[in-house]
C-alpha cells in the first residue's frame, strides 16, 4: 500500500513537472514570437517606408523631371535669344527680349513667328516661312551706338532711354526681295504677310522696356528740326557779322553769302534751308543753298549730316561748284571750268560719318576731245570711257530727278535780326 501510495506521488509529480514544463516551455517562447511578430511588423513597417520612399523617390524624380524639362525649355529661349533662333508665338502677341518688348494686333496671333536676341526682335509670316520663301516681314533693333549699325538696310526710327539713362537707337530693317510665294500670290502680298510687312510702324510704336521701364520716343533723334537748331544760329551770326570769305571758309561755311552781300542781296531772306534724308539711314540732312527758281532752285551751299548723334558738315559749294540732293537719294555735285568742260559727280554720304562715296562721274570735256567729248568713270576719275551723245545723255538722265526744295529762309531762324 504504502509502494503503491509512493508510485502515485512520483507520477503526481512528474505531471506537474510536465505541467510546470509545458508552462516554462510556453513563457519562454513568448518572447520569440514578439520578436517574430516585431520582425515582421519591422519588415511591414520597413516595406512601407521603402514604398513610401521610393514614392517620394519617383515624385521627386518626376519633380526633378518636370523641372529639367522647364529648364532646358529655358535654356532653349535663351539659346534662341543667343543664336536667333525661330521661336514661336501662337497664343500671346507680345514678343519680349532681355531689353524691350513690341506688341502685335491680336489679329496676328498665331500668324507669326519670331527670333529673338539680345537686342532685337525678327517677325516673320509663319505661313511663308513654313513654305520655305522666307517670310521676313521686319527687324526692330536697338542699339548704344549709331555706328553699330550705320549703312545698309538699317533705318532709325526713334530712341529708346532705359530706366538707367542708357540712350539707344531704335532702328527698323526691311526685307530686301520678296519674302512670300509669290507663284500663288501673282496680285500681291498675301494678307497675313502684309499686316505684318505694312503694319511694321504701328507694331514697333508699342515699344517699351521689358520691364516696363524706360522710355521710347517715336521720331527723336531723326528730324532735322531737333537736330541742327545751333548749326542754323552759326549761319545767322555769320550773315549778321558780315563775315568775310576767309572767315566763312575757316568756320568751314561756304563763301558764297559774302558774294551775296556784296551783290547787296538781303542774305537773310536770300538764304534758306531745307531738311531731307539724303541716304536713306533715317535720319535727316541739312541744306544750306540760295532760295532761286528754274535750274538754281534747291541748289545748296553747305549740307551737314549727323555723326553720333552730333551734326557735322560735309561739304560745301559756290555758283560753280554747286551741289543738289537727288529725290531717290544721292547728290549731284554739277561743276564748270568754263564754257568747254563741265561735269556731273554722283556721290553718297556714308551714313554716320561725313564721308562722300563715289558713285559715278560724267563729264563734257571739249578741251580733251572737242569731236567727241562724253565721258563716263566708273572708278572715281580714274580712267574714262568715252560715249557717244545719245548714249551720254540716256545714261546721265538716271540723275536727273533733283530734290527743287522750298527753302524756308534763314530769316525765321529764332535769333534772326
Avoid at 543738289?324 to 561743276?335: F, I, K, Q, R, T
Amino acid at each position: 500500500m504504502k509502494k503503491m501510495t509512493a508510485v502515485l506521488s512520483m507520477i503526481l509529480i512528474m505531471a506537474l513537472l510536465t505541467a510546470c514544463t509545458k508552462k516554462a516551455d510556453t513563457t519562454e517562447q513568448t518572447p520569440s514570437v514578439q520578436a517574430t511578430e516585431a520582425a515582421e511588423a519591422a519588415g511591414t513597417e520597413e516595406k512601407t517606408e521603402a514604398a513610401e520612399a521610393a514614392g517620394t523617390e519617383e515624385k521627386t524624380e518626376a519633380a526633378e523631371a518636370a523641372g529639367t524639362e522647364k529648364t532646358a525649355e529655358d535654356a532653349g529661349a535663351a539659346a534662341s535669344e543667343e543664336t536667333g533662333a525661330p521661336e514661336a508665338a501662337e497664343k500671346s502677341t507680345e514678343v519680349s527680349n532681355k531689353l524691350f518688348s513690341i506688341t502685335l494686333p491680336d489679329k496676328a496671333a498665331g500668324l507669326f513667328v519670331s527670333e529673338i536676341t539680345e537686342n532685337g526682335i525678327s517677325i516673320y509670316d509663319k505661313e511663308a516661312k513654313e513654305a520655305e520663301f522666307g517670310g521676313f516681314a521686319f527687324n526692330v533693333s536697338a542699339y548704344k551706338e549709331p555706328s553699330e549699325y550705320a549703312g545698309g538696310m538699317d533705318s532709325k526710327v526713334g530712341e529708346y532711354r532705359a530706366a538707367d539713362g542708357t540712350l539707344y537707337d531704335i532702328v527698323v530693317s526691311y526685307p530686301s526681295d520678296v519674302q512670300y510665294d509669290y507663284t500663288k500670290n501673282t496680285d500681291g502680298m498675301p494678307e497675313s504677310y502684309e499686316m505684318l510687312y505694312r503694319g511694321a510702324e504701328d507694331i514697333i510704336k508699342t515699344l517699351k522696356g521689358s520691364d516696363g521701364s524706360g522710355e521710347f520716343i517715336w521720331g527723336a533723334g531723326t528730324k532735322g528740326e531737333d537736330l541742327y537748331g545751333d548749326v542754323l544760329k552759326k549761319h545767322v551770326q555769320a550773315v549778321n557779322e558780315k563775315w568775310d570769305a576767309n572767315r566763312l571758309e575757316e568756320e568751314g561755311l561756304s563763301p558764297e553769302y559774302y558774294a551775296l552781300s556784296v551783290d547787296g542781296e538781303n542774305v537773310l531772306e536770300k538764304v534758306g534751308y531745307a531738311y531731307f534724308d539724303e541716304n536713306h539711314d533715317g535720319v535727316d540732312e541739312l541744306f544750306i543753298g540760295v532760295i532761286s527758281d528754274g535750274d538754281m532752285k534747291g541748289v545748296a551751299y553747305d549740307i551737314y549730316t549727323m555723326v553720333n548723334r552730333k551734326p557735322e558738315h560735309v561739304v560745301s559749294g559756290t555758283a560753280r561748284n554747286r551741289y543738289y540732293a537727288l529725290n531717290s537719294g544721292m547728290l549731284v555735285n554739277e561743276h564748270s571750268d568754263g564754257a568747254n568742260a563741265e561735269g556731273w559727280d554722283i556721290y553718297d554720304i556714308e551714313p554716320n560719318t561725313t564721308n562722300l562715296m563715289d558713285q559715278v562721274k560724267m563729264k563734257i570735256d571739249r578741251y580733251e576731245n572737242e569731236e567727241k567729248p562724253w565721258f563716263v568713270s566708273y572708278d572715281n576719275g580714274e580712267t574714262w570711257e568715252s560715249q557717244d551723245e545719245k548714249e551720254f545723255e540716256d545714261y546721265k538722265a538716271n540723275f536727273s530727278d533733283y530734290m527743287r526744295f522750298d527753302f524756308t529762309p534763314l530769316s525765321s531762324v529764332q535769333g534772326a535780326d
